[in-house]
Each structure stands twice: as structure tokens, then as C-alpha cells.
């Protein structure tokens, strides 16, 4: 199952190149029996200095999160050719 953020009205960018996180779950983790193991998800940028403000905010421990808990989640820096429905330009 692959989810993926393409929402042209948030990426604006007339750059051919987007860049973005790919998230998986291990196989080990209780919500990937839940997903499937195939489980993914791609959140996409205009930019790398986007992408990369994005990760390391994802990557943090967050205000909510119980002491002790350790995020599974892995995260993965992709880029690939902008779809033909990011038509918007900045």
C-alpha cells in the first residue's frame, strides 16, 4: 500500500525535480501487520531545504510523545521528476 502527498496546490514549484520522504515501517512493527508490510508513504517538496526542515522535524521528539517512546518509523530522502500534476508555478 503506498500513500502519496501530491497535492499541486502545496507543492508549488515549475523546478522538473520534487523532493520528498519516503516512510516505511519494519516488518517487527504491531501497525505494519495492521498496513501490511508493504506499507509506505511519500510526502513530496518543493525543494530539498524543504524536505530536509520537514525531516528533521519529523525526526525529532515531539511534545506529545510519552518519555521513553522510540518512533519506528524510518525515513527515506527520494526526489524523481515532477508528475504532470504539479502544473502550478511559483
Known amino acids: ?26 516488518a517487527n512493527d504491531p501497525l505494519a501487520t495492521l498496513l501490511g508490510g508493504d506499507a509506505e508513504m511519500y510526502r513530496w517538496y518543493a525543494t530539498p531545504v524543504e524536505r ?9 521528539e515531539h511534545e506529545y510523545s510519552r518519555i521513553g517512546d522510540r518512533p519506528t518509523l524510518r525515513y527515506e530522502k527520494v526526489e524523481r521528476d515532477r508528475p504532470a500534476s ?5
Open 1 to 26: 500500500m503506498t500513500t502519496e502527498n501530491t497535492d499541486p496546490g502545496r507543492i508549488r514549484t515549475a523546478n522538473p525535480r520534487v523532493y520528498g520522504i519516503r516512510m516505511t515501517l519494519p
Open 52 to 60: 530536509d526542515a520537514a525531516l528533521t522535524d519529523m525526526q525529532r
Open 86 to 90: 504539479y502544473t502550478r508555478s511559483p
